[in-house]
Nanobody, 128 residues
């Protein structure tokens, strides 16, 4: 079992930056991948990016490449998401996800059900 705990959400001014964190604990396996999804009420969960533990490979949803940066501190088993030039479309609940003994593939970002482990989410609010 893997437990994920996000932090770093809150209110950010439009045009500003924000960094979200996610600490993973538990049986993370020999290798794993982690990622970020977000969800706006009434809409489906949207994949943002994922990253491999063993080789650091990163995958981004095409529309997220310019302003989002995913990173992983392996020693701390902590995942980060940097959001730059925040805009109103970024207001959402952001979820950390993990997949044990499997790598990160671009297709996974369209398949939320692929990820068995989810954090409780952290909300990002954008003020103008």
């Amino acid at each position: 079992q893997v437990h994920l705990q996000e932090s770093g959400g809150g209110s950010v001014q439009s045009g500003g930056s924000m960094r979200l964190s996610c600490v993973a604990s538990g049986s993370i396996g020999d290798y794993y991948s982690m990622g970020w999804f977000r969800q706006v009420p009434g809409k489906e969960r949207e994949g943002i990016a994922c990253i491999d533990d063993d080789n650091g490979g990163e995958r981004y949803k095409e529309s997220m490449k310019e302003r989002f940066t995913i990173s992983l501190d392996r020693a701390k088993t902590t995942l980060y998401l940097q959001i730059d030039r925040v805009n109103s479309d970024d207001a959402a609940v952001y979820y950390c996800v993990a997949l044990v003994n499997d790598h990160c593939y671009l297709a996974h970002l369209s398949q939320p059900s692929k990820y068995p482990f989810w954090g409780q989410g952290t909300q990002v609010l954008v003020s103008s």
